[in-house]
């Protein structure tokens, strides 16, 4: 009662309202009158961070008055109810949208993998040897239960590669069961798992035998000289397939939709070890970037920077003032540059620190409409993992929490020690084994192939294969003599198995 005391003089020299005087004596407190969406800030706050409450000791514009004049209110019909008041608006992520990614728990990366793939290629050898198979109409479409003249060649296909099982009744219907061979064969290719034959699938269905062989064997020849220790977990990122897998004793326990390098930008294969998880991280800025978009950006708009919250830093730590660099030039390349913390920090809330020559890192991202696109090479080299924050929980399990021993890294510790804005760099007890691999074919236990885009080009017969890339803390074994090597079983090797030269590290 004492604080109504108070203001209840204020509230007459106001000249509020009866209606207005009456709610404020009942305890009841106005809403304001609806209003327009106001613009987001220029810095939006992450998610989990408590919001503050909307400030209630200043009344709306609608109830303030300068001395002159009353406010004037509707009044309210007999029996009416007040209007409802506006909602609020939420401040909260919208809800991530990401591409459909396999549910398989077969891990693309094994240790039999190398070995499961060679045999794959010898295979599709025999396939091509045997005259491969034929082309569809590029816009052919057929849905569950149609005919159509061109499905005795599509049964033809799949029994070659395995979709099909080669004692079933051919004919020309579209049938249940060439339903499940199709939607087996779109998911060796990564492709919706539809059963309906549509543009894609053509696409993939039409790629000659003799190219799908070529991408075994290159693929094979690329694990060549490989030291990976795979260990009980250990996590895998199959460039071309755009996807993380998290693997645990054998088994893909959690797969993620990833971005990463475009083709003029490509991500490199590299091996290494997960040694921290950086909640806030910071970004420092390569001077490749630098020199190719600030410098550009800030001689056609000088207030860039500041913008992006990005700062310049001098010898020590000292900070620069933007204005006295000579944009006209490099200079700015000789400075160190870096983006503050926060949710538009182009590294997102959580950065996956694997130390290795190539200065590559998985994050997270601002931008995460690209996870919801079928085709997701765009980054600059790093891998960007949509739920990045489930990630780092699994890699942070067994670690001690913000409470120290007997504490986890949950959810919920990780979304409150982001919302603090602060950097925390949080060191795993257990590195954890991870590897970049360029995979546009690779073969399963399960004895079936599975193919994806040579979006690099580099399994492409008028690109010679590139030397093997390994880098970070796991050091690649020795090159093998250059003696010929025999296959498994003194089968014949297949063409391209065999690398040109001998896998070498980076340069740094």
């Keep these: 009662m004492s604080s109504r005391c108070v203001v209840f003089p204020s509230i007459l020299r106001a000249g509020l309202s009866p209606l207005a005087l009456m709610l404020c004596l009942t305890g009841v407190r106005a809403e304001p009158a609806p209003s327009l969406p106001e613009a987001p800030p220029a810095t939006a706050k992450p998610a989990a961070r408590a919001e503050s409450s909307p400030k209630t000791d200043a009344a709306p514009k609608s109830a303030q008055t300068s001395g002159n004049a009353a406010p004037q209110s509707a009044p309210l019909a007999q029996g009416a109810e007040p209007a409802p008041a506006a909602p609020k608006k939420s401040r909260e992520l919208p809800p991530l949208v990401v591409a459909r990614v396999s549910d398989d728990p077969v891990p693309t990366l094994a240790p039999s993998t190398f070995l499961d793939t ?46 099909l099982p080669a004692g079933v009744p051919s004919s020309d219907l579209l049938d249940p069961v060439l339903v499940s061979a199709v939607k087996a064969f779109q998911a ?15 696409t993939a269905l039409n790629v000659p035998a003799a190219t799908r062989q070529r991408q075994l064997s290159a693929s094979a020849a690329r694990q060549i000289g490989s030291n990976f220790p795979y260990g009980d977990r250990y996590v895998v990122v199959n460039i071309p397939s755009a996807a993380v897998e998290a693997v645990e004793n054998g088994v893909v326990v959690r797969r993620y939709v990833a971005v990463v390098g475009k083709p003029d930008k490509a991500t490199p294969r590299i091996e290494a070890r997960i040694t921290d998880v950086n909640l806030n991280p910071t970004w420092t800025l390569p001077v490749s970037i630098i020199k190719k978009e600030i410098i550009p950006k800030m001689r056609k708009d000088p207030g860039y920077l500041a913008r992006e919250r990005i700062r310049i830093l001098g010898p020590g730590g000292v900070e620069v003032d933007p204005t006295t660099i000579d944009w006209a030039g490099e200079k700015a390349a000789s400075y160190t540059l870096r983006q503050d913390s926060g949710l538009d920090n182009s590294l997102g809330q959580v950065r996956i620190d694997m130390p290795n020559k190539q200065a590559v890192y998985m994050h997270d991202t601002p931008s995460k409409s690209l996870f919801a696109r079928q085709v997701r090479f765009h980054s600059h080299g790093c891998v960007r993992v949509a739920q990045v924050k489930e990630l780092a929980g699994w890699l942070l399990e067994g670690t001690p929490g913000p409470s120290g021993p007997g504490s986890t890294w949950g959810p919920m510790e990780i979304e409150a020690n982001i919302a603090t804005n602060e950097r925390l760099d949080i060191k795993l007890p257990k590195q954890i084994p991870v590897t970049f691999v360029y995979l546009t074919g690779y073969a399963t236990p399960d004895g079936r192939a599975h193919f994806r885009d040579d979006i690099y080009g580099i399994d492409s017969p008028a690109v010679p294969m590139r030397d093997a890339v390994m880098t970070g803390s796991i050091t690649p074994k020795k090159a093998a003599p250059a003696a010929p090597a025999k296959a498994p079983g003194n089968a014949p090797v297949p063409p391209g198995l065999i690398p040109q030269k001998a896998a070498r590290p980076a340069a740094n």
């Design 118 to 163: 060679f045999r794959m290629a010898e295979r599709y050898q025999a396939i091509v040897d045997a005259g491969g198979w034929g082309t569809l109409p590029a816009d052919l479409t057929i849905k569950p239960g149609a005919r159509d003249p061109n499905i005795p060649a599509l049964r033809q296909h799949l029994v070659l590669t395995g979709d």
């Design 188 to 202: 060796r290719h990564g492709l919706p798992e539809t059963g309906m034959i549509g543009r894609q699938t053509v």
